[in-house]
């Protein structure tokens, strides 16, 4: 069973940074994709970022894009998103989800279905 575990959220004020980490554990997985999702009270979940184990340019949205990075820890068990110049805006529950990635370009891309998730953490941004 593929357990993920997020750490690091809090409340910061704007232009702040924090940076969150994704523990996993259980995985059987050679080739995978660690994503970032984050949802806000009243709307829908958003994909963050994504990285490929193997690899390659992590996938943005375009609204964190130059202020945030999504990195792999040196462990391979833990990835982490470090968020500089945070806004109002990046206000949510931040999920890591992870999931095998035959087709890396796919998880480049951000269109892979994840179906491992994390209980997900708080993040609040003050202005």
């Known amino acids: 069973e593929v357990m993920l575990v997020e750490s690091g959220g809090g409340s910061v004020q704007a232009g702040g940074s924090l940076r969150l980490a994704c523990v996993a554990s259980?995985?059987?997985?050679?080739?995978?994709?660690v994503g970032w999702f984050r949802q806000a009270p009243g709307k829908e979940r958003e994909g963050v970022a994504a990285i490929y184990n193997g690899g390659g340019s992590p996938h943005y949205a375009d609204s964190v894009k130059g202020r945030f990075a999504i990195s792999q820890g040196n462990d391979k068990n833990t990835v982490y998103l470090d968020m500089n110049n945070l806004k109002p805006e990046d206000t949510g529950t931040y999920f890591c989800?992870?999931?095998?990635?035959?087709?890396?370009?796919?998880?480049?891309?951000?269109?892979?279905?994840?179906?491992?998730w994390g209980q997900g953490i708080q993040v609040t941004v003050s202005s």
């Open positions: 259980g995985y059987t997985y050679a080739s995978n994709c």
């Open positions: 989800a992870a999931e095998e990635a035959p087709i890396p370009s796919q998880c480049r891309r951000g269109t892979i279905l994840f179906t491992n």
